[in-house]
Protein backbone atom coordinates (compact mmCIF):
# COMPACT_ATOMS: atom_id res chain seq x y z
CA UNK A 1 0.00 0.00 0.00
CA UNK A 2 1.03 3.42 -0.45
CA UNK A 3 2.00 5.53 2.48
CA UNK A 4 1.18 8.84 2.47
CA UNK A 5 2.12 11.66 4.88
CA UNK A 6 1.09 11.17 8.56
CA UNK A 7 -1.62 13.79 9.77
CA UNK A 8 -3.43 14.37 12.93
CA UNK A 9 -6.60 15.76 12.54
CA UNK A 10 -7.98 18.11 15.63
CA UNK A 11 -11.74 17.90 16.36
CA UNK A 12 -14.33 19.26 18.66
CA UNK A 13 -15.57 16.17 19.55
CA UNK A 14 -14.40 12.49 18.77
CA UNK A 15 -17.01 9.90 18.20
CA UNK A 16 -15.90 6.28 18.72
CA UNK A 17 -18.33 4.12 17.29
CA UNK A 18 -19.61 3.66 20.67
CA UNK A 19 -19.12 7.06 22.75
CA UNK A 20 -17.75 10.58 22.81
CA UNK A 21 -13.99 10.39 23.52
CA UNK A 22 -12.41 12.68 25.79
CA UNK A 23 -9.72 12.90 23.44
CA UNK A 24 -9.13 16.23 20.74
CA UNK A 25 -6.69 14.59 18.25
CA UNK A 26 -6.10 11.45 16.23
CA UNK A 27 -3.16 10.77 14.42
CA UNK A 28 -2.92 8.68 11.47
CA UNK A 29 0.25 6.77 9.94
CA UNK A 30 0.63 4.42 7.36
CA UNK A 31 -2.83 3.87 6.69
CA UNK A 32 -3.90 2.92 10.36
CA UNK A 33 -4.59 5.21 13.21
CA UNK A 34 -1.50 5.63 15.19
CA UNK A 35 -2.11 7.31 18.49
CA UNK A 36 -5.51 8.99 19.92
CA UNK A 37 -5.24 12.32 22.62
CA UNK A 38 -4.47 15.47 22.95
CA UNK A 39 -2.09 17.65 21.15
CA UNK A 40 0.93 15.77 22.64
CA UNK A 41 0.32 13.36 20.33
CA UNK A 42 1.50 15.27 17.48
CA UNK A 43 4.02 14.63 14.98
CA UNK A 44 6.83 16.78 13.74
CA UNK A 45 5.86 16.25 10.20
CA UNK A 46 2.42 15.75 10.31
CA UNK A 47 -0.23 17.52 8.47
CA UNK A 48 -2.70 19.31 10.22
CA UNK A 49 -6.56 19.18 9.49
CA UNK A 50 -9.14 20.56 11.98
CA UNK A 51 -12.85 20.36 11.86
CA UNK A 52 -16.32 19.31 13.71
CA UNK A 53 -16.53 15.48 14.71
CA UNK A 54 -14.47 12.80 13.67
CA UNK A 55 -16.12 9.34 13.02
CA UNK A 56 -15.18 6.06 12.02
CA UNK A 57 -15.50 5.34 8.32
CA UNK A 58 -19.54 4.85 7.94
CA UNK A 59 -20.94 0.99 7.02
CA UNK A 60 -23.51 0.10 5.26
CA UNK A 61 -24.72 -3.28 5.52
CA UNK A 62 -26.93 -3.68 2.95
CA UNK A 63 -26.20 -3.19 -0.66
CA UNK A 64 -26.00 -4.72 -4.10
CA UNK A 65 -22.77 -4.10 -6.27
CA UNK A 66 -23.30 -2.43 -9.38
CA UNK A 67 -19.27 -1.75 -11.34
CA UNK A 68 -17.70 1.22 -9.55
CA UNK A 69 -20.16 1.31 -6.71
CA UNK A 70 -17.68 1.15 -4.17
CA UNK A 71 -15.87 4.28 -5.69
CA UNK A 72 -19.03 6.25 -5.18
CA UNK A 73 -19.65 4.91 -1.15
CA UNK A 74 -16.13 6.03 -0.60
CA UNK A 75 -17.15 10.20 -2.00
CA UNK A 76 -20.16 10.25 0.93
CA UNK A 77 -17.95 8.69 3.74
CA UNK A 78 -18.90 4.85 3.67
CA UNK A 79 -15.78 2.77 3.75
CA UNK A 80 -17.41 -0.15 3.39
CA UNK A 81 -19.79 -1.95 1.92
CA UNK A 82 -21.27 -5.03 2.84
CA UNK A 83 -23.05 -6.99 -0.34
CA UNK A 84 -26.09 -9.10 0.40
CA UNK A 85 -26.72 -10.51 -3.28
CA UNK A 86 -24.64 -10.12 -5.99
CA UNK A 87 -22.57 -12.38 -8.91
CA UNK A 88 -19.16 -12.96 -8.79
CA UNK A 89 -18.13 -10.73 -12.23
CA UNK A 90 -19.06 -7.56 -9.95
CA UNK A 91 -17.75 -8.81 -7.43
CA UNK A 92 -14.20 -9.40 -8.64
CA UNK A 93 -14.14 -6.54 -10.70
CA UNK A 94 -14.71 -4.22 -7.46
CA UNK A 95 -12.36 -6.01 -5.27
CA UNK A 96 -9.41 -5.83 -8.29
CA UNK A 97 -10.09 -2.30 -7.98
CA UNK A 98 -10.18 -1.65 -4.74
CA UNK A 99 -6.79 -3.48 -4.72
CA UNK A 100 -5.26 -1.20 -7.26
CA UNK A 101 -6.47 1.41 -5.12
CA UNK A 102 -4.91 0.40 -2.16
CA UNK A 103 -2.02 0.09 -3.89
CA UNK A 104 -1.97 3.96 -5.14
CA UNK A 105 -3.49 3.55 -8.26
CA UNK A 106 -6.76 5.92 -8.40
CA UNK A 107 -8.88 7.55 -5.61
CA UNK A 108 -9.02 5.35 -2.54
CA UNK A 109 -12.38 3.06 -2.71
CA UNK A 110 -14.38 1.76 -0.12
CA UNK A 111 -13.65 -1.95 1.23
CA UNK A 112 -16.08 -4.62 0.58
CA UNK A 113 -17.38 -7.75 2.15
CA UNK A 114 -20.34 -10.27 0.38
CA UNK A 115 -22.64 -13.08 0.08
CA UNK A 116 -21.91 -13.68 -3.04
CA UNK A 117 -25.43 -15.71 -4.63
CA UNK A 118 -27.81 -15.69 -2.20
CA UNK A 119 -29.95 -18.86 -1.77
CA UNK A 120 -33.07 -19.11 -3.03
CA UNK A 121 -35.87 -21.71 -4.30
CA UNK A 122 -35.87 -22.02 -8.13
CA UNK A 123 -37.29 -19.32 -10.07
CA UNK A 124 -38.14 -17.36 -6.51
CA UNK A 125 -36.79 -13.94 -5.47
CA UNK A 126 -34.90 -12.27 -6.74
CA UNK A 127 -34.61 -14.57 -10.16
CA UNK A 128 -35.66 -11.58 -12.18
CA UNK A 129 -33.07 -9.50 -11.58
CA UNK A 130 -29.87 -11.91 -11.41
CA UNK A 131 -30.93 -15.00 -13.77
CA UNK A 132 -29.01 -17.14 -14.45
CA UNK A 133 -28.39 -18.22 -10.93
CA UNK A 134 -27.56 -21.42 -8.84
CA UNK A 135 -30.92 -22.34 -6.47
CA UNK A 136 -31.17 -24.66 -3.83
CA UNK A 137 -34.11 -27.22 -3.75
CA UNK A 138 -33.65 -28.47 -0.75
CA UNK A 139 -31.69 -29.47 2.34
CA UNK A 140 -29.25 -31.68 0.40
CA UNK A 141 -28.05 -28.87 -1.60
CA UNK A 142 -27.27 -26.58 1.78
CA UNK A 143 -23.39 -28.04 2.09
CA UNK A 144 -22.26 -27.62 -1.38
CA UNK A 145 -24.54 -24.59 -1.99
CA UNK A 146 -22.66 -22.89 0.95
CA UNK A 147 -19.27 -24.27 -0.36
CA UNK A 148 -19.76 -23.12 -4.48
CA UNK A 149 -20.06 -19.39 -2.37
CA UNK A 150 -17.00 -20.07 0.07
CA UNK A 151 -15.11 -20.67 -2.88
CA UNK A 152 -16.42 -17.00 -4.56
CA UNK A 153 -14.94 -15.17 -1.58
CA UNK A 154 -18.06 -15.43 0.42
CA UNK A 155 -17.68 -13.60 3.96
CA UNK A 156 -21.44 -14.37 4.83
CA UNK A 157 -24.49 -16.33 3.59
CA UNK A 158 -27.68 -14.65 2.38
CA UNK A 159 -30.81 -17.21 2.37
CA UNK A 160 -34.19 -15.65 0.68
CA UNK A 161 -37.38 -16.92 2.83
CA UNK A 162 -39.97 -14.54 0.75
CA UNK A 163 -43.01 -15.85 -0.91
CA UNK A 164 -44.29 -13.05 -2.45
CA UNK A 165 -47.34 -12.50 0.56
CA UNK A 166 -45.74 -9.48 1.67
CA UNK A 167 -46.58 -7.57 -1.70
CA UNK A 168 -49.70 -9.78 -2.74
CA UNK A 169 -47.78 -11.89 -4.69
CA UNK A 170 -47.23 -15.92 -4.73
CA UNK A 171 -43.50 -16.71 -5.61
CA UNK A 172 -41.32 -19.95 -4.88
CA UNK A 173 -39.49 -19.99 -1.72
CA UNK A 174 -37.44 -22.07 0.38
CA UNK A 175 -38.54 -23.76 3.29
CA UNK A 176 -37.56 -23.40 6.96
CA UNK A 177 -35.83 -27.06 6.59
CA UNK A 178 -33.75 -25.96 3.42
CA UNK A 179 -32.81 -22.66 5.98
CA UNK A 180 -32.13 -24.38 8.69
CA UNK A 181 -30.08 -26.72 6.54
CA UNK A 182 -28.01 -23.75 5.14
CA UNK A 183 -27.68 -22.46 8.63
CA UNK A 184 -25.63 -25.27 9.77
CA UNK A 185 -23.43 -25.68 6.51
CA UNK A 186 -22.57 -22.07 6.62
CA UNK A 187 -22.16 -22.05 10.83
CA UNK A 188 -20.07 -25.10 9.92
CA UNK A 189 -17.85 -22.72 8.41
CA UNK A 190 -17.59 -19.72 10.56
CA UNK A 191 -19.93 -17.86 7.91
CA UNK A 192 -22.99 -15.24 9.63
CA UNK A 193 -26.27 -15.87 7.93
CA UNK A 194 -28.29 -12.87 6.47
CA UNK A 195 -31.84 -13.97 6.02
CA UNK A 196 -33.98 -12.08 3.28
CA UNK A 197 -37.53 -11.75 4.79
CA UNK A 198 -40.90 -9.37 4.26
CA UNK A 199 -43.42 -10.40 6.75
CA UNK A 200 -43.36 -10.29 10.47
CA UNK A 201 -44.31 -14.32 10.38
CA UNK A 202 -41.06 -14.43 8.01
CA UNK A 203 -39.26 -12.66 10.41
CA UNK A 204 -39.95 -14.92 13.56
CA UNK A 205 -39.38 -18.11 11.15
CA UNK A 206 -36.07 -17.34 9.97
CA UNK A 207 -34.94 -16.20 13.23
CA UNK A 208 -36.27 -19.71 15.00
CA UNK A 209 -34.05 -21.28 12.03
CA UNK A 210 -31.08 -19.78 13.39
CA UNK A 211 -29.95 -16.93 10.83
CA UNK A 212 -27.63 -14.03 12.47
CA UNK A 213 -29.06 -10.92 10.93
CA UNK A 214 -33.09 -10.34 9.39
CA UNK A 215 -32.10 -8.39 6.15
CA UNK A 216 -34.88 -5.98 6.07
CA UNK A 217 -37.38 -4.95 8.94
CA UNK A 218 -41.14 -6.43 8.28
CA UNK A 219 -43.12 -3.30 6.58
CA UNK A 220 -46.36 -4.98 8.14
CA UNK A 221 -46.68 -4.05 11.77
CA UNK A 222 -45.41 -6.98 14.29
CA UNK A 223 -47.22 -8.15 17.37
CA UNK A 224 -45.36 -7.88 20.45
CA UNK A 225 -45.22 -11.83 20.83
CA UNK A 226 -43.46 -11.91 16.95
CA UNK A 227 -41.30 -9.00 18.29
CA UNK A 228 -40.34 -10.92 21.63
CA UNK A 229 -39.69 -14.14 19.75
CA UNK A 230 -37.57 -12.60 17.27
CA UNK A 231 -35.51 -10.52 19.97
CA UNK A 232 -35.17 -14.03 22.43
CA UNK A 233 -33.50 -15.67 19.15
CA UNK A 234 -30.02 -12.93 19.80
CA UNK A 235 -30.54 -12.25 15.75
CA UNK A 236 -29.87 -8.69 14.48
CA UNK A 237 -31.31 -6.84 12.05
CA UNK A 238 -30.52 -4.28 9.10
CA UNK A 239 -33.77 -2.03 9.32
CA UNK A 240 -33.66 -0.80 5.38
CA UNK A 241 -36.21 2.15 6.06
CA UNK A 242 -34.72 3.91 3.26
CA UNK A 243 -36.94 2.32 0.89
CA UNK A 244 -39.21 4.49 1.62
CA UNK A 245 -37.21 6.81 -0.29
CA UNK A 246 -37.64 5.30 -3.93
CA UNK A 247 -40.74 7.18 -3.41
CA UNK A 248 -41.56 10.84 -4.51
CA UNK A 249 -41.86 13.54 -1.58
CA UNK A 250 -45.15 15.49 -2.00
CA UNK A 251 -43.74 18.11 -4.33
CA UNK A 252 -43.14 15.15 -6.97
CA UNK A 253 -39.33 15.27 -5.93
CA UNK A 254 -37.18 12.32 -4.44
CA UNK A 255 -36.50 12.28 -0.54
CA UNK A 256 -32.63 11.99 -1.21
CA UNK A 257 -32.64 15.56 -3.80
CA UNK A 258 -34.25 16.96 -0.90
CA UNK A 259 -31.20 17.14 1.35
CA UNK A 260 -28.72 19.96 0.02
CA UNK A 261 -25.70 18.70 1.60
CA UNK A 262 -26.06 15.30 -0.12
CA UNK A 263 -27.90 16.33 -2.97
CA UNK A 264 -24.87 18.96 -4.12
CA UNK A 265 -22.30 16.07 -3.76
CA UNK A 266 -24.32 13.98 -6.00
CA UNK A 267 -23.32 13.67 -9.96
CA UNK A 268 -24.99 15.70 -12.07
CA UNK A 269 -25.90 12.25 -13.82
CA UNK A 270 -26.42 10.40 -10.83
CA UNK A 271 -29.17 13.23 -10.01
CA UNK A 272 -30.79 13.08 -13.54
CA UNK A 273 -30.86 9.13 -12.19
CA UNK A 274 -33.31 10.08 -9.28
CA UNK A 275 -35.25 12.47 -11.30
CA UNK A 276 -36.04 9.71 -13.81
CA UNK A 277 -37.17 7.53 -10.99
CA UNK A 278 -39.32 9.73 -9.80
CA UNK A 279 -41.18 9.93 -12.82
CA UNK A 280 -41.16 6.15 -13.22
CA UNK A 281 -44.87 4.33 -12.84
CA UNK A 282 -45.05 2.82 -9.30
CA UNK A 283 -47.79 1.28 -6.83
CA UNK A 284 -49.07 3.93 -3.83
CA UNK A 285 -46.19 4.27 -1.91
CA UNK A 286 -46.21 3.01 1.64
CA UNK A 287 -45.58 5.42 4.60
CA UNK A 288 -42.82 3.10 6.56
CA UNK A 289 -45.10 3.99 9.68
CA UNK A 290 -45.44 0.24 10.71
CA UNK A 291 -41.54 -0.54 10.01
CA UNK A 292 -40.02 2.08 11.83
CA UNK A 293 -42.51 1.09 14.59
CA UNK A 294 -40.58 -2.59 14.68
CA UNK A 295 -37.51 -1.29 14.38
CA UNK A 296 -37.82 0.58 17.55
CA UNK A 297 -39.59 -2.38 19.14
CA UNK A 298 -37.08 -4.74 18.47
CA UNK A 299 -34.01 -2.55 19.59
CA UNK A 300 -36.17 -1.19 22.88
CA UNK A 301 -36.37 -5.59 23.63
CA UNK A 302 -32.50 -5.73 22.35
CA UNK A 303 -32.23 -6.81 19.07
CA UNK A 304 -28.82 -5.09 17.73
CA UNK A 305 -29.71 -2.62 14.89
CA UNK A 306 -27.17 -1.82 11.62
CA UNK A 307 -27.88 0.41 9.22
CA UNK A 308 -28.15 -0.62 5.55
CA UNK A 309 -29.63 0.87 2.58
CA UNK A 310 -30.25 -1.66 -0.20
CA UNK A 311 -28.78 0.27 -2.87
CA UNK A 312 -29.37 0.60 -5.56
CA UNK A 313 -33.34 0.10 -5.71
CA UNK A 314 -34.98 3.34 -6.76
CA UNK A 315 -34.65 6.48 -5.17
CA UNK A 316 -31.23 4.62 -3.29
CA UNK A 317 -27.41 5.96 -4.62
CA UNK A 318 -24.71 4.49 -3.18
CA UNK A 319 -22.61 6.17 0.27
CA UNK A 320 -25.32 8.87 0.19
CA UNK A 321 -28.48 6.98 1.14
CA UNK A 322 -27.07 5.52 4.57
CA UNK A 323 -27.05 9.25 5.69
CA UNK A 324 -30.85 9.41 4.83
CA UNK A 325 -30.91 5.78 6.67
CA UNK A 326 -29.53 7.39 9.66
CA UNK A 327 -31.78 10.13 9.92
CA UNK A 328 -35.03 7.38 9.27
CA UNK A 329 -33.33 5.48 12.01
CA UNK A 330 -33.42 8.67 14.43
CA UNK A 331 -37.18 9.68 13.34
CA UNK A 332 -37.89 6.08 14.70
CA UNK A 333 -37.05 6.41 17.83
CA UNK A 334 -33.29 5.76 18.34
CA UNK A 335 -31.10 8.26 19.74
CA UNK A 336 -28.63 9.66 17.35
CA UNK A 337 -25.73 7.81 19.13
CA UNK A 338 -27.79 4.85 18.35
CA UNK A 339 -28.19 5.36 14.69
CA UNK A 340 -24.33 6.55 14.73
CA UNK A 341 -23.39 2.71 15.97
CA UNK A 342 -26.06 0.87 13.66
CA UNK A 343 -23.44 2.54 10.98
CA UNK A 344 -20.08 1.86 12.88
CA UNK A 345 -19.26 -0.19 15.61
CA UNK A 346 -22.45 -2.52 15.81
CA UNK A 347 -21.98 -3.80 11.96
CA UNK A 348 -18.40 -4.28 12.54
CA UNK A 349 -19.05 -6.80 15.47
CA UNK A 350 -21.96 -8.54 13.82
CA UNK A 351 -19.57 -9.23 10.38
CA UNK A 352 -16.65 -9.70 12.27
CA UNK A 353 -13.82 -6.68 11.20
CA UNK A 354 -12.72 -6.02 14.57
CA UNK A 355 -10.23 -3.37 12.63
CA UNK A 356 -12.95 -1.00 11.72
CA UNK A 357 -16.13 0.52 13.20
CA UNK A 358 -14.39 2.35 15.91
CA UNK A 359 -11.36 4.72 16.60
CA UNK A 360 -9.29 2.59 18.47
CA UNK A 361 -5.38 2.69 17.86
CA UNK A 362 -4.25 0.12 15.23
CA UNK A 363 -7.37 0.12 13.50
CA UNK A 364 -7.56 1.33 9.56
CA UNK A 365 -8.00 5.11 9.01
CA UNK A 366 -11.37 4.69 7.98
CA UNK A 367 -12.35 7.81 9.50
CA UNK A 368 -15.08 10.42 8.59
CA UNK A 369 -14.77 14.26 9.28
CA UNK A 370 -17.89 16.43 9.63
CA UNK A 371 -19.22 19.58 10.34
CA UNK A 372 -21.56 19.99 12.86
CA UNK A 373 -22.34 17.19 16.20
CA UNK A 374 -24.21 14.30 14.55
CA UNK A 375 -24.87 12.65 18.13
CA UNK A 376 -27.09 15.49 18.97
CA UNK A 377 -28.72 16.14 15.42
CA UNK A 378 -27.93 13.15 13.42
CA UNK A 379 -28.46 15.11 9.78
CA UNK A 380 -24.78 16.51 10.52
CA UNK A 381 -23.61 13.06 8.96
CA UNK A 382 -24.42 14.80 5.92
CA UNK A 383 -22.22 17.95 5.99
CA UNK A 384 -18.84 16.00 5.09
CA UNK A 385 -15.71 17.96 5.43
CA UNK A 386 -12.98 15.41 4.85
CA UNK A 387 -13.07 11.67 4.32
CA UNK A 388 -10.68 8.65 4.70
CA UNK A 389 -10.37 5.48 3.55
CA UNK A 390 -7.41 3.58 4.87
CA UNK A 391 -5.48 6.57 5.23
CA UNK A 392 -6.46 7.73 1.82
CA UNK A 393 -7.92 10.43 -0.07
CA UNK A 394 -11.68 9.07 -1.91
CA UNK A 395 -10.94 12.48 -4.43
CA UNK A 396 -14.76 12.79 -4.82
CA UNK A 397 -14.21 15.67 -7.35
CA UNK A 398 -12.92 12.80 -9.72
CA UNK A 399 -16.28 10.61 -9.81
CA UNK A 400 -18.20 12.62 -11.95
CA UNK A 401 -17.77 11.93 -15.19
CA UNK A 402 -15.65 8.65 -14.55
CA UNK A 403 -15.63 5.51 -16.26
CA UNK A 404 -16.75 3.90 -12.64
CA UNK A 405 -19.84 6.34 -12.52
CA UNK A 406 -20.84 5.29 -16.29
CA UNK A 407 -20.70 1.56 -15.82
CA UNK A 408 -22.60 2.14 -12.28
CA UNK A 409 -25.00 3.66 -14.17
CA UNK A 410 -25.28 1.81 -17.06
CA UNK A 411 -25.50 -1.80 -15.33
CA UNK A 412 -28.34 -0.56 -13.67
CA UNK A 413 -30.15 0.66 -16.70
CA UNK A 414 -29.67 -3.24 -18.02
CA UNK A 415 -30.69 -4.30 -14.49
CA UNK A 416 -34.04 -2.29 -14.73
CA UNK A 417 -35.16 -3.01 -18.34
CA UNK A 418 -34.27 -6.80 -17.16
CA UNK A 419 -36.64 -6.64 -14.49
CA UNK A 420 -38.95 -4.57 -16.33
CA UNK A 421 -38.81 -7.55 -19.08
CA UNK A 422 -39.74 -10.02 -16.94
CA UNK A 423 -42.11 -8.16 -15.02
CA UNK A 424 -44.16 -8.09 -18.18
CA UNK A 425 -43.91 -11.83 -19.16
CA UNK A 426 -45.14 -12.35 -15.54
CA UNK A 427 -47.89 -9.51 -15.85
CA UNK A 428 -48.79 -9.03 -19.19
CA UNK A 429 -51.32 -6.24 -17.62
CA UNK A 430 -48.51 -4.24 -15.53
CA UNK A 431 -47.99 -1.03 -17.25
CA UNK A 432 -44.45 -0.86 -18.90
CA UNK A 433 -42.50 1.06 -21.55
CA UNK A 434 -44.10 0.38 -24.93
CA UNK A 435 -42.59 0.99 -28.94
CA UNK A 436 -44.25 2.79 -31.19
CA UNK A 437 -44.00 1.63 -34.39
CA UNK A 438 -44.86 3.06 -38.45
CA UNK A 439 -46.75 0.77 -41.02
CA UNK A 440 -43.89 -0.20 -42.07
CA UNK A 441 -41.76 -1.19 -39.10
CA UNK A 442 -39.87 1.95 -38.52
CA UNK A 443 -39.40 3.12 -34.67
CA UNK A 444 -40.97 6.41 -34.59
CA UNK A 445 -40.31 6.16 -30.42
CA UNK A 446 -41.50 4.77 -27.35
CA UNK A 447 -44.45 5.27 -24.36
CA UNK A 448 -43.27 5.48 -21.00
CA UNK A 449 -45.78 4.45 -18.16
CA UNK A 450 -45.21 7.27 -15.65
CA UNK A 451 -47.33 7.67 -11.81
CA UNK A 452 -48.71 10.70 -13.47
CA UNK A 453 -49.49 8.95 -17.09
CA UNK A 454 -47.89 8.07 -20.12
CA UNK A 455 -44.83 10.24 -21.58
CA UNK A 456 -44.09 10.36 -25.61
CA UNK A 457 -40.50 10.18 -25.89
CA UNK A 458 -37.85 10.14 -28.92
CA UNK A 459 -35.72 6.49 -29.98
CA UNK A 460 -33.29 8.17 -27.70
CA UNK A 461 -35.60 8.88 -25.13
CA UNK A 462 -36.18 12.70 -25.12
CA UNK A 463 -39.67 13.98 -24.01
CA UNK A 464 -41.85 14.59 -26.98
CA UNK A 465 -44.28 16.39 -24.99
CA UNK A 466 -46.15 16.93 -21.16
CA UNK A 467 -47.37 13.68 -19.37
CA UNK A 468 -50.85 12.83 -20.48
CA UNK A 469 -53.28 9.50 -21.02
CA UNK A 470 -51.56 6.67 -23.08
CA UNK A 471 -53.76 7.06 -26.49
CA UNK A 472 -52.71 11.09 -26.54
CA UNK A 473 -49.07 10.10 -26.07
CA UNK A 474 -49.47 7.37 -28.73
CA UNK A 475 -50.91 10.17 -31.03
CA UNK A 476 -47.75 12.52 -30.10
CA UNK A 477 -45.09 9.89 -30.58
CA UNK A 478 -47.08 8.82 -33.84
CA UNK A 479 -47.35 12.57 -35.40
CA UNK A 480 -43.89 13.87 -34.29
CA UNK A 481 -41.57 11.22 -33.60
CA UNK A 482 -39.55 11.52 -36.66
CA UNK A 483 -40.77 15.24 -37.70
CA UNK A 484 -39.25 16.17 -34.29
CA UNK A 485 -35.89 15.15 -34.70
CA UNK A 486 -35.62 18.00 -37.68
CA UNK A 487 -36.20 20.80 -35.00
CA UNK A 488 -33.62 22.97 -33.54
CA UNK A 489 -33.17 21.27 -29.78
CA UNK A 490 -32.03 23.19 -26.76
CA UNK A 491 -29.34 20.97 -25.20
CA UNK A 492 -27.26 21.09 -22.12
CA UNK A 493 -24.05 18.98 -21.40
CA UNK A 494 -24.06 17.68 -18.23
CA UNK A 495 -20.63 19.36 -16.91
CA UNK A 496 -22.42 22.68 -18.36
CA UNK A 497 -24.58 25.27 -16.54
CA UNK A 498 -25.92 26.81 -20.14
CA UNK A 499 -28.39 25.53 -22.30
CA UNK A 500 -27.77 25.77 -25.90
CA UNK A 501 -29.34 25.35 -29.65
CA UNK A 502 -28.49 22.31 -31.67
CA UNK A 503 -29.75 20.27 -34.46
CA UNK A 504 -29.91 16.56 -34.42
CA UNK A 505 -27.12 15.07 -37.13
CA UNK A 506 -27.71 11.43 -36.27
CA UNK A 507 -29.83 9.83 -33.15
CA UNK A 508 -28.86 6.46 -31.85
CA UNK A 509 -30.50 4.62 -28.83
CA UNK A 510 -27.45 5.79 -26.31
CA UNK A 511 -26.10 8.69 -28.29
CA UNK A 512 -26.39 11.94 -30.75
CA UNK A 513 -24.52 13.59 -33.35
CA UNK A 514 -25.31 17.20 -32.29
CA UNK A 515 -24.07 20.60 -34.72
CA UNK A 516 -23.84 23.47 -32.35
CA UNK A 517 -26.27 26.32 -33.97
CA UNK A 518 -24.09 28.89 -32.36
CA UNK A 519 -21.25 30.12 -34.86
CA UNK A 520 -18.69 30.65 -32.39
CA UNK A 521 -18.67 27.37 -31.33
CA UNK A 522 -15.13 25.54 -32.51
CA UNK A 523 -16.39 22.11 -33.63
CA UNK A 524 -16.16 19.49 -36.75
CA UNK A 525 -18.05 20.32 -39.72
CA UNK A 526 -20.40 17.16 -39.22
CA UNK A 527 -21.10 17.47 -35.69
CA UNK A 528 -20.11 15.67 -32.42
CA UNK A 529 -21.29 12.78 -30.85
CA UNK A 530 -22.24 12.71 -27.50
CA UNK A 531 -23.35 10.13 -25.04
CA UNK A 532 -26.92 10.60 -23.72
CA UNK A 533 -26.00 10.02 -20.46
CA UNK A 534 -24.42 12.89 -20.71
CA UNK A 535 -26.33 15.31 -22.09
CA UNK A 536 -30.27 17.19 -21.34
CA UNK A 537 -32.33 17.69 -24.30
CA UNK A 538 -35.46 19.61 -24.66
CA UNK A 539 -37.45 20.48 -27.11
CA UNK A 540 -38.05 24.15 -26.01
CA UNK A 541 -36.14 26.76 -24.31
CA UNK A 542 -35.98 24.91 -20.54
CA UNK A 543 -36.90 28.67 -18.86
CA UNK A 544 -39.83 29.03 -21.09
CA UNK A 545 -43.08 27.55 -19.65
CA UNK A 546 -43.74 24.63 -21.48
CA UNK A 547 -40.17 23.90 -21.63
CA UNK A 548 -39.38 20.01 -19.89
Known amino acids: MTVHQPFTVTAARLFDGSEVLAATHLRVAEGRIDAIGGSEIIGHDDALISGGTLLPGLIDAHVHLLPGCTQLAATFGVTTVIDQFSKPDVIDSERAAIAAALAGAGPARADLRTSSIGATAPNGHPTMAYAPIPYVTGPGDAPRFVEARIAEGATHLKVIYDDGSGAMLNIASLDPATIEALVIAAHRHGLPVVAH ?11 RCGVDVLAHVPFERMREAEVRDVAQTGVALIATLSLVDGFPNADGGMPLLGEPGLAARLSPRWRRVLDGQSRRWMPPPPDGAAARENTLALFQSGVRVLAGTDAPNPGLVFGASLHRELQHLVD ?62 PAPETYSGSTAEREAITALRE ?41 ATTTFGAALGAITTRDEAFDTVLGQGLAALAETWWVQPLDARNWHEATLVEVEPDR ?15 GQWYHRDDINLSRTRPDEPNGS
Open 332 to 393: AGLPPTEALRAATATPADVFEMPDRGRLRIGSRADIVLVNGDPTADITATQHLRTIWVAGRD
Open 415 to 455: TTNKIVAAIQDSWPDFPTPEDVHRDDGELLGRLIPTSGGWQ
Open 512 to 526: LRLRWKDPMVDQPPS
Open 197 to 207: VSTAAGAVTVA
